[in-house]
């Protein structure tokens, strides 16, 4: 049984998937639902990640799962920063509450 090559231009089996394309989709799934600490983590991995799958020239996989958890990580990131507006104005009314009724 001979194996026919492929035409040319496309390689001969699928590229490998980036090493740490499973590691930054479970970071950035786990920073939705549980930690968004791990959030920028998986945001800035995605990121050095999604640069290395480009610059390969097609030699690495993995571009689904790396930006789904870039995005994961960009999502988490934002509610972190919404959270932290959010507890600075809790704490401004409430100074500004005890304040102003003394």
Known sequence: MSYQTPPPGYPAYPPVDHPQAV???VLGILSL?????AGPVA????????REIDSSGGAM???GMVMAGY???IIASIFIILAV???ILAIV???FVTTSSA
């Open 93 to 95: 009314f409430g100074v």
């Open 43 to 50: 945001w800035v991995m995605g990121r050095n990640a999604l």
């Open 33 to 37: 639902v549980f930690c968004q600490l």
């Open 61 to 63: 996989g993995g571009r």
């Open 71 to 73: 995005v994961c990580g």
């Open 23 to 25: 590691l930054i989709l």
């Open 85 to 87: 507006i959010v507890l």
